[in-house]
């Protein structure tokens, strides 16, 4: 009996080709991640950069926005700066079409000039004085044209100025707040045993007069400063009848406190006409 003929397996010499593609695709990926690790991100990496500064050495020095992606990363529009305080901050140049703080708005200076309109002649007379900024506006009157000497009560040649000031003062919301002020020469009296009572209740007297012409209660504040707040020399005549005053502050909105009067040196120009020389007036 013939011996079957063994045939032998057939050899594949291509079988090396599956090793190299693997070794091939992995080649391959390894390059792509080693060239996105190389590839950096400046804008993130500067994020990064300065995060990293500001942790361990304080703030960063830049002013310039960031760049990422699509959006750019803008510092803060409340004045400040990275790496500056608020007072380097406010010498910068401000953008035009940035709001400035520090200058009064249209309506406040639309205020303001109705008010020294209204008080022209007193303000020629330096009787009155009208200042606006962006707190507020501010009106001084010398009480000299207001009340009599040690008198908390309205003279009858001031009801015209009460009535011109509540004309413009009394269709609007804002808050007023009034304060009353002395000269610092006592004063001891039933009615008024201290320049405290006697600068209480003249501006408590000019509420009630702005009241009744009209302006609400309720957006008014009475303040008495006594002798302790003066923008003249308490020892001369010119300086106590500067000091002898009451102070409107018309604050810039319904909804905003009308601050103290700024104390300054700039006083109320000296009346034309002397004023009685009475104890604590």
């Not at 590839?39 to 361990?56: C, D, H, I």
């Not at 400063?225 to 308490?234: A, I, R």
Request: hydrophobic content about 40%.
């Amino acid at each position: 009996m013939a011996r079957k003929q063994h045939h032998e397996d057939h050899v594949n010499h291509e079988a090396w080709a599956i090793p190299y593609g693997d070794l091939i695709t992995l080649l391959l990926a390894f390059f792509v991640v080693m060239y996105a690790v190389s590839t950096v991100n400046e804008g993130k990496y500067r994020v990064l950069a300065e995060s990293m500064q500001s942790a361990f050495e304080g703030p960063t020095r830049t002013l310039q926005p960031v760049q990422i992606g699509n959006q750019i990363m803008r510092a803060p529009r409340d004045g400040t700066r990275a790496g500056m305080d608020p007072t380097q901050a406010a010498a910068l140049p401000r953008d035009a079409s940035e709001p400035n703080p520090s200058k009064p708005s249209v309506a406040q200076q639309d205020l303001a000039g109705d008010l020294e309109q209204a008080m022209g002649s007193l303000i020629d007379a330096d009787l009155v004085a009208v200042t606006s900024d962006a707190v507020g506006i501010e009106v001084q009157i010398k009480t000299d044209i207001l009340f009599a000497s040690a008198s908390a009560e309205i003279g009858d040649d001031a009801d015209e100025i009460v009535a011109k000031l509540a004309e413009v003062l009394a269709p609007l919301d804002n808050r007023i707040r009034i304060e009353g002020h002395t000269d610092n020469r006592p004063i001891a009296t039933a009615v008024f045993p201290s320049n405290w009572e006697l600068s209480a209740a003249r501006a408590a007297r000019m509420v009630r007069a702005f009241e009744a012409a009209g302006i609400g209660p309720e957006r008014m504040i009475v303040a008495g400063m006594g002798e302790h707040h003066p923008v003249g020399d308490n020892d001369t005549a010119d300086g106590r009848r500067s000091n002898r005053r009451v102070i409107l502050i018309i604050a810039q909105s319904a909804e905003a406190e009308p601050p103290p009067a700024e104390q300054t040196a700039e006083a109320i120009g000296d009346p034309t006409t002397p004023a009685p020389e009475g104890e604590g007036v």
